[in-house]
């Protein structure tokens, strides 16, 4: 007999006729003889509704009090749809009950909308596993030490999925969602884009923050701290699938390198439209430049993705790094208006009409020449290179957005992601 | 400065905009040096919808653990529309938190869709207070000793409000709805109806149960047993009428006797549709047959309201009770195949077609004759009673249906009640 938990997204929960299927495969994996834990999303849409409701009433509150209520309020979603899905099981002749994260507890520190879980304790969940039921866990919420509600931020249900399974020390936490796995990269790009059968936690990260968003990156980091076995997988097959078949689809996320481990150097290709860059032009370079620019950044709540600086010319240097588009203009006037009259800086450039393109591979750390192979392909497709960043098991390349697709399409091809798994 | 709870059902508090009156509305009580609690209920509509949903998902089920996850599920809308109401109040530039029913705690027992209250803890409520913050407290529903959430059942929301002022020792509860009041009888039937300044609780106790649906009975019984001031007045009215109009305004339900209290000796004429008649004919008068009768009916859940038992002629006796419209069918089953073969009666017979209408007033203790003006009243209409109970501020009959109006309208008259207050 295994524990498993199951965590189904709110397009999986978007009406009773979907909440129904959810049950009747949660009561198949629960007749198959395994202990079941369940965290459901809110209903599709539900959260949006909410959140909306509270920006009608308040549209510019942005105190403490204020993100408290939204919590109270955005929390009632998964509430209501753990109660939902207690009540379809419970219909098909499965003993369920549903617990809100205060009620497990889940305890969290007390950054509201963003809270993060500090322990779970699974005393009252396990005395239900003992005695036969079905246990839904409301996702995305816990309690803070003053006995306030708390959120975990969008997404922040697979996080609770991955943390309850920690907790109980789960043999597996299936993530049901709308996609069937994890892809070498984006299918609706490179239409010969496979899924992957297994890929490493670190990998994941290095995908989840670079646009796979097919799970939440704070949960691939539970996962990978507590070593979970996390599974994605389509929650639209039928419910009645065999269940030995399903329990082997989709991607597995393992931390556990050798285990099945693809061997293949490079296992994805992440792209994102979200960045853009900016350039402080003409430095006069002394020590303490990158902290002067970057603290100014950081300190107006601006995250920074890519950093570059230039060799010094002439006791001048060039300091590029990319921001999100939603951070453009800002940080734009920060650099004209505080940066540069500081530094005597000689000029502000950006560029919005930019992309990222990595390549991911928990391979590339025991092979040499993974980077150079990239950046012969791009140049072979005559696509310019404007800024590089590696890490360990990541080489990341900004270029011309308009090129996006193509070096996607060439990189895949180069590093075989094409071929058909061994 | 007193301590004021307020509470706004779920018409007041149905969009946004209607939220932010009741907001506007509380700021002003703040602001006028008042500690403030108040009780919503949820957002007009979202409890139905929420239960369709659970309906949807299990038309039949009816077990414990159903009824628990059915107020888990229903629960989510007052938390919702709590934490609303606090953003809003923020909006208005009012410190202001939310608190859920297990937050408070509200206890209760484990009765789910019906749980009653055993005890509040009013001391994080309290603490909020002295900190000089408007405490907004979920209606509806409580925590019972597992730590599962319960609901008061339907209109539970008043009820929670009472007991919230009870456990608080509040100056006065305000239970804020669409109607501006108790008036003498429906103004919809009778035109002439006034508006009571004030009433007892004895009086609405028998004017909740008897189709005056202003306020959840459990509401009043327990204003009663824990002697809270409670008035009934309109959310309507402009949230900037002048506070010290508002507090006077509506209707008054008291405990004392003495207090301002009205000097007619009926205050109103109730009525209701809702009833039929039932009456077992030609019984063998022994004794017993009420037992007989009405505990088979009682085993079956049946509630009973008027029961008339005649004198007995020759031996044999009539039986007559009334029931509610939705339990007539069972209890004519029940009669004919159950009970009459066991006494050996001669006929059921049944009347759907009948209303019950009753004078209630505190007056009728001390003042004889009242119900034999009632009596001549309608007797002078030409209106046959059928049945007559009494109690001691209340006389009902059952009269044929088509004279209910005429009835109520003729009562009205001649108990002065379209008289104006002295």
Chains 1, 2 share one sequence.
């Not at 399974?165 to 709308?178: G, R, S």
């Not at 990998?203 to 507590?226: D, H, N, P, T, W």
């Not at 453009?328 to 009409?353: F, M, R, S, W």
């Not at 070096?407 to 590093?415: E, G, I, N, P």
């Amino acid at each position: 007999m295994s524990l498993i938990v199951h965590k189904y997204g709110g397009t999986s929960m978007g009406s009773t006729e979907r909440i129904t299927n959810v049950a009747k495969r949660v009561a198949k994996w629960a007749r198959a003889g395994h202990q079941m834990v369940v965290v459901p999303s809110a209903m599709s849409g539900e959260t949006n509704r909410l959140l909306a409701l509270a920006k009608e009433l308040a549209p510019s509150t942005q105190s403490e009090a204020y993100f408290r209520e939204l919590d109270m309020l955005a929390a009632t979603g998964e509430q209501a749809s753990s109660a939902l899905l207690a009540i379809a099981l419970q219909a098909q002749g499965v003993e369920s009950v549903s617990y809100a994260g205060w009620q497990v507890p889940i305890r969290t520190n007390s950054a509201y909308t963003k809270a993060r879980i500090e322990s779970i304790d699974d005393e009252r969940v396990r005395a239900d596993l003992e005695a036969g039921r079905v246990v839904i866990v409301t996702g995305f919420q816990g309690l803070d030490e003053l006995g306030n509600i708390t959120t975990l931020g969008r997404g922040g249900s697979d996080t609770s999925a991955v943390a309850v399974a920690a907790a109980m020390k789960a043999d597996e936490c299936l993530i049901f969602t709308d996609v069937d796995g994890v892809y070498t990269t984006d299918p609706r790009v490179v239409p010969d884009a496979r899924r992957l059968h297994t890929v490493s936690f670190e990998e994941m990260l290095e995908m989840a923050s670079m646009g796979s968003k097919v799970l939440q990156i704070r949960s691939v980091e539970f996962a990978g701290k507590y070593k979970v076995k996390l599974r994605v997988l389509s929650s639209f097959t039928p419910w009645d699938i065999d269940i030995n078949i399903e329990a082997k689809s989709g991607t597995l996320i393992t931390f556990e390198e050798d285990e099945n481990m693809e061997q293949a150097i490079v296992s994805g290709i992440a792209f994102t439209r979200d960045e853009t860059k900016v350039a402080v032009l003409g430095v006069p370079d002394k020590p303490g430049i990158a902290y002067q620019i970057l603290g100014a950044v950081a300190d107006a709540n601006i995250e920074v993705d890519m950093i570059i600086q230039n060799i010094s010319k002439g006791g001048l240097t060039d300091f590029s790094f990319t921001v999100n588009h939603a951070d453009y203009a800002k940080t734009i006037d920060l650099l004209k208006n505080v940066v540069v009259p500081k530094l005597g800086a000689q000029e502000v450039v950006g560029d919005t009409k930019i992309c990222k393109v990595s390549i991911v591979g928990i391979g590339m750390r025991s092979h040499v020449g993974v980077a150079s192979t990239m950046f012969r392909v791009l140049s072979e497709e005559g696509i310019n290179i404007q800024m590089i960043s590696t890490s360990e098991i990541k080489t990341s390349v900004v270029i011309d957005e308009k090129y996006m697709e193509l070096a996607v399409k060439a990189l895949h091809k180069a590093f075989g992601l094409d071929q058909v798994q061994a």
